[in-house]
């Protein structure tokens, strides 16, 4: 059968890539607070990540300005690609901070933060797969729920780290890094509930 | 007369509601820091609004799924539902942040904040029930700029909030716990005029 | 030639306007800066640059609720309008901040991050006037990848006077203010990136 402006499946495959990526990131900074050794080395490696990230966010948007018929609307494409970047940009945000602010040892509530991420990235993963099958939205809108419930977890994960902080006696400026640090963890569940917004945008303009 | 797909009416009975809990929110804060007395059961009702904001929201994704004929943008009704849901997160986190630094007694300023809040959510339960008439955009419109107008307002009492604070020669761990809380307090306000910018886009779209 | 729906041609112009705005608002923060001195009068100015942006944006949406037929799609121009007031805002915020802060004297990495705005919002009054010509997407494209540049330059800076902050044996209070002064000039560039991503949105939309 010939198809006069096929599909061009390959969007489907970036955000793969990216989805993957985005997880790769949160799984390596689970590494870099479990195993906190080597840590510059380890922090390269998620700014490569992040690096990734870019390359296919532009890989993307180049794609989109040479493509004829796009199988999901050119917008949401871009949208899509762009809030799942800016997932690792704050993972890599809160790895360069703990840097910078020279932190001796992670806490447990870093730690759970970054497990939170790892899960929601994850989730994204096996949403972002979904996509090729648009008729089918249940599957992919309950997976964007999931995501809501783990930023339902993160802001509680946040809430205890801060109890946890202030209550320590530390100084202030330990509290400023810290308040920091995991702010940076949060907002980058957020933005994984930004991607979860757009998938069902997608899905619900679709349906 | 036969309707073959009749608009789904209750689409806007949902923005209604979420708009009424939004603004329920509100009142609940200026209560919380009005009488700041039983402040552990009052942070409890207002959580109850924000799983009840949660709830509408799904509920109205869940609709847009099961709805061939939505009588507005489904990608707008969906950025609405989820801009409203956030004004209540906020006033939810701004309480919870009260509790958990422990603080003693609220300011005025927090206060004033709460108050450009109330009003806020009131203009948006207003211009929210105007949608229904969506071939009369200019009361839609000119509720979005009272919208803009309080944020502003917002804006000017965090200014002085945090003149106040810094000031007060009060120790930097007060001063982190008190501008965390304003923040929050603002981006509430902020989020109402994402709202307001999500009614504005759905009006000039459809007019 | 006669056309009954005359494309209205003052969507660009407002465009023109609110970028050269921005980009008014981001050289006077430079001089504000470079020559620290009677701050409270350029602070002023600063202040009438943003009240002519919200000016530009209030009568841009005026203008689409009464205009039938839009160049590109209504609910862009609105977007692209009200997050080119963002930039400004914030650059008004860095600013009120540093006289509420009693700043005695900026740093080099405060103008750092200023020629960084300076340099992005020159980059958006170009990007902005090449709108005219959707036809030729790909010069659009390559300002909004040199925005995307500057706002990972912006990270850069703000990392290093967060290290230069931190390191500086600062009390905690001074660390505050410049934490946040810091933090709005960065989240000033965050938004050109911002404008970049609904211009990416409007060319790839329209190619």
Redesign the interface.
Known sequence: MFRLFPKDETFFELFEQAAANAHEGANLLVDFLDKYEDIENKARKIKNVEHAG?ELT?HT??R??KTFITPI???D???LI?RMDDVLDLID?AV??MI??KIAKPTDDARALATVLAKSTDILVKAVKLLRNLKD??PI?RAC?EV?TQENEG?RIL?HA??TL?DSGQ???E???W??IYESLESSADRCEDVA?VL??I???N?
Do not use: M
């Open positions: 870019d532009h948007i180049e989109l300005n609307d050119r917008e494409i871009h949208d762009c945000t360069h901070r910078l602010y939205p249940d809108l729920k809501h802001d809430h801060l109890a202030f100084n202030p400026i509290i400023i890094k308040k920091d917004n069902e945008g899905v619900l303009k349906a």
